[in-house]
């Protein structure tokens, strides 16, 4: 088994209102200096070792993504 | 011939009810279908209502696109028949690759409820034909991620091909590119659209009842003798 990691997030060129608001809070929370917020999700994938990278690479494009909109990464992490 | 039009119900799934309705107000017979039966019954046409369907986990209509009957109506949309998308039904739609560009999260963070005007832009589609070129409808819309989104150069494709069917009116309520509310395949027969036309079928229970054009309009566009 091994856990894998797959990271979504709003293109660049889409605007995200979520990470706007979090970044329009912070202020208000008394943090300053942080210029910006975006916000995404984080799958953690517990796989056997029968699944290939091509195999990730179809589930984070197909399904825990949508390229439309969202760009995304995967990594192998140790246990 | 009394013309058959498919509703079909997802878990989660809330204006199934009012989208028979307004089909058998039309003039049609209501068929309904079940998202885990890939027999679509012999219908002429389907509507893809509108709520949250799998309880928008993980996108909006992400795992309703996999559905048994999203499969068979993917397919047969491929063959030409009529598919209506609205609300979480266009979400799906666009999850499924049928019409292009994405719904995202309104851009002031709020879920608007509201009788929204809309502006008919093409009326040319299966499920627009009985409007007039540039009439103006009243169409309540309600939706949290109604913001329409795609690239440059799928923007400027379906602003050239006229495939910008409804366009928001005044103020944009979601942040939608272009005032965008709702779209057409390239063959017309695909629409999707935030709005709720089946909301909008009698004075008695909505704002107006503009929105049984675009049932009429697929009735004609399967060439059954509307009411």
Redesign the interface.
Same mark, same amino acid.
């Given at each position: 088994m091994a856990r894998v990691v797959v990271d979504v997030m =709003?293109k660049p060129?889409?605007?995200d =209102?979520?990470g706007q608001?979090v970044a329009g809070a912070l202020p208000r929370l008394g943090f300053d200096g942080v210029a910006e917020v975006r916000q995404g999700k984080h799958f953690e994938l517990e796989v056997d070792d029968s699944v290939d990278d091509d195999t990730l690479a179809k589930i984070a494009e197909g399904?825990?993504a949508?390229p439309?909109?969202e760009d995304w990464t995967i990594r192998r992490v140790d246990q | 011939m009394t013309a058959r039009i498919g509703v079909i119900t997802f878990p989660g799934t809330l204006d199934d009810g009012d989208a028979a309705r307004a089909v058998r107000h039309s003039g049609a017979e209501a068929v309904s279908l079940w998202h885990a039966d890939a027999d679509l019954h012999g219908v002429d046409a389907v509507v893809v209502p509108g709520g949250f369907s799998y309880g928008d986990y993980?996108?909006c209509g992400?795992i309703a696109r996999f559905a048994p009957a999203m499969t068979s109506v993917i397919d047969a949309a491929g063959k030409g028949m009529p598919v209506l998308g609205i609300c979480n039904g266009f979400q799906i739609l666009?999850?499924a690759g049928l019409l292009?560009?994405?719904l995202?999260?309104?851009?002031?963070?709020h879920f608007v409820c509201r009788d929204q005007w809309l502006r008919v832009e093409n009326t040319t589609t299966s499920w627009s034909t009985r409007y007039d070129s540039g009439a103006e409808v009243l169409i309540p819309l309600k939706s949290g991620e109604g913001?329409y989104?795609?690239?440059k150069p799928t923007l400027d494709r379906l602003e050239g091909d006229g495939r910008v069917v409804f366009r928001y009116v005044g103020e944009n309520p979601n942040?939608s590119r272009g005032d965008i509310a709702g779209i057409a395949s390239e063959s017309g027969r695909i629409v999707g659209l935030m709005p709720h036309p089946e909301h909008a079928i009698d004075a008695l229970t909505g704002p107006s009842d503009d929105g049984l054009g675009m049932f009429y309009s697929a009735l004609d566009a399967l060439g059954a003798v509307a009411a």
């Open positions: =709003p060129e889409i605007l =209102p979520q608001a399904f825990l949508n439309v909109i | 993980l996108r992400a666009c999850e292009p560009g994405a995202v999260r309104n851009d002031k963070l913001g989104m795609a690239d942040g």
